[in-house]
């Protein structure tokens, strides 16, 4: 155990005080990288149409009137984490909620995901982008008192569930303004990007603006921990990710870590991004599953927790083979203090629920 980073912990402790405090939560523990008594675990899109209990919510309210319903989103939210016994809740919501108050309007159509009904497409659009309507996002953070209320009390186990409040990072959201919706190419992203220095300075500063307001109305709420995501930062080569992505997420990295919460980084095809990632100063970077777990760790570099790495589709794959997956993730971790047991991305729709259950209980029983 690496004793001297938690020479903070001043207070004479048990053994088993150490690793695990009464009321604690190992998740947060684990982004901290303090000791704990086993791995902590959760998944990305853990409440989704997997599920049958969301679909059924589903039924009845579209999306976006899950996610600005206080009741029905902390609802889900509490639903989800207790039906796969997981040690973190993330609030249900999206990434593309911050557009409204910013004067954008978007809708969810069916199998297409996100549309952007007037993209960004000029430096006058992105002078008209609004910054101080961010009180309009406050139903968020009114689901996440709700979801903290009901899991003030520890588990059975002692353990407080770790409670994540989450936005966009400036790249993924831009990419989604720019483009209009989802992309393969980024291709009028990057060409705002590259050619128009000004405007795409002034998009990020709006979105960091945006962005750390919303993360404190969370914080307050009572958000343990904000994850950042960033998608479809992969789409980057590491020096454009370094020169027009890097800075502005490294502000927003910064300020939310000074709301006094730790921070998890996350984006997907990122093995070559690694170490331009570490440097926002995140506390803590999810890891896709196309790099294994120990040398996305070591390329993160060691004084950083990791998140991940199950590839979400080994979960369709047969008990054998899931059962080998999962113990490989851990292995690899090799009991280091600030591993998170998690997918590489999000559950799909069609994944059964009893695998990921079983996931949960072999991670739970694990020991190195
Ligand atoms: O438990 C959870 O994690 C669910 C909460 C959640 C949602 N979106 C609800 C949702 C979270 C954490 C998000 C984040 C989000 N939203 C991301 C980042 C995560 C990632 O996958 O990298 C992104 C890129 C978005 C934007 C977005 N929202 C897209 C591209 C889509 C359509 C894609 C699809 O799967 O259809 C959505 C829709 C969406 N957001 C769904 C859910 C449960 C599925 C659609 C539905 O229920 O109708």
Redesign the pocket.
Known sequence: METKEFAGDALPMTLQDEVHPEGSSRFVRACLRRPVDRTPVWF??????YMPE?MAV?KHHS?LEICRTPEIASEV?IT?AERLGVDAA?I?????LPFTPMGLDFE?V?GE??VVHQPVRSLEHIQALQTDRVEELSYVAKAIEKVVAHFAEPREDGDRLGIIG?C?APF?LAS?MIEGG?SRNYIETKKIMYSEAAGWKLLMEKLVTVLVAYAAQQVEAGADVIQI?D?WAGALSVSDYREYCLPATTELVQRVKALGVPVIYFG?DTASLLPAMRETTADVLGLDWRIPLNEGWKAAGVGCAVQGNLDPITLFAPQDVLERRVREVLELADGRPGHIFNLG??IV?GTPVENVIQVVEWVKRYRK
Not at 92 to 96: H, I, Q, V
């Open positions: 990305l899109r853990q409440a989704g149409r969301y589903r999306l939210t989800a993330i249900f919501a999206d990434l593309l969810f069916n995901g996100p989450f966009g993924t989604y989802s995501f998608s997907v991305h999000g729709p």
